[in-house]
């Protein structure tokens, strides 16, 4: 299925009169502060956020998986439903792709079914958390971290090989994420686990690319209860920076505990130049990888306040935007239309802090200003802003709507079946 220009205009053109108007009214209010809309909405209409290929499909618990129907079945599959909802909000204009799940069997072939849907690819994921049919050697007590060398021979040469795949493609970054860690107090030793993960994360490096990146994921727990190999952004910080400067810390949100100040993480990261990706999810307790901005929104926007301070102030380098989800109870596309929503509502809020105004209440301790000018643009509704930064692109004023009235999932499950099971989570 291919969403074309004009079925978007066509839909749009029952939302065209309002959506004009709130843009107007919100612009009124805006500028009685001093503030045009249109730089903000240019930025918004830029920025583009990666949608992993894992997240198309129902995931489902550890308890149970349900499937939807039209499930993307294949690499090109996933690619084609991350171009519709590209074509929808104009903002999932690349795709994060997982090894071996999405292993390209004809890369040109998938380059160029990705250029005609506005696509790129961002960071390839590796994976040692699972053992594949044909491995020699199990990832059961570790991989990269692992206590005998040839397990981590194993997990190395894997590394190398996304890699390679990824070249084919054209990304730029490998992520990597280790399951690595112990469950039981006695397991392993500490200071091992961390050299054999430094040993390991540097002959990947060294395999990289000149103008690649490795990007470095931290957890506190799970799989591992008793000790993750790297469970902290301190962990991540300390092996990127022995590692050099293609290596940085990626930042998932569900990747903490409850209550971390995961804005101060990025803040200090970014000074540092060592921020080089996130994965967007929403948590209420933990790796829970709910819909981004669906339990925690001002969390989401707080951070987005440092990305964006730290974009301005910061030689930090450009950084992966990505998605990290997975969906049990909604159609993952519309989770994933909501999600996109919610970065750009927090970015768009973001933007509009009047920071001289901050940073005058911080000279004066004036904590009570400066809650007020935070809680000003967070409590501004920014989503006439958000809609036009898609409708000047030719998408859509409202994507979740517009993949309703296009009836997208119906198409899928017609073109695909309704027995449909996607790779991956
Ligand atoms: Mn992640």
Known sequence: MIIGKNSIEEVNK???????????????????KGVTSEDIVNKLADFQVAIPSWALG????????????????SLNQKIEDVGLLHALNNSSGAIS??????IPSDPQGTMELAKSLGLK?????????????????????????HINKDVRDQAVAHNKE?????????????????????????QGNFRNIFQNTLGSLKEIYAHLPEDWNVLVEYKPFEPNFYSMAIPDWGTSHLLVNQLGDKAQTLVDLGHHLPNTNIEQIVSILMMQSKL?????????????????????PYQLFLIFCELVDGMK???NPDLSWMIDASHNLKDPMEDLLQSVEAILIAYAQAMLVDQDALKAAQLNNDVTLAQEIMQDAYRTDVRPLVAESSRIRNAAINPVSAYRDLKVREELIKERGENTISTGL
């Open 14 to 32: 029952s939302q065209l009169t309002e959506h004009t108007a709130a843009v107007g009214r919100l612009n009124e209010q805006l500028a009685s």
């Open 58 to 73: 129902t995931g489902g618990t550890r308890f149970g998986r349900f499937p939807g129907g039209g499930e993307p079945a």
């Open 97 to 102: 792709l997982h090894i071996p799940w999405d």
């Open 121 to 145: 690819f961002d960071a390839v994921n590796s994976n040692t958390f699972q053992d594949q049919p044909d491995q020699k050697h199990s990832y059961k007590f570790g991989s990269l971290a």
């Open 162 to 186: 996304v890699i390679d795949y990824g070249k084919t493609l054209n990304s730029k970054a490998l992520t990597v994420w280790l399951a690595d860690g112990t469950t039981f107090p006695g």
């Open 276 to 296: 080089g990706g996130f994965h967007f999810n929403d948590s209420k307790f933990a790796d829970d990888d709910l819909t981004v901005g669906a339990i925690k």
């Open 313 to 315: 102030n910061t030689d």
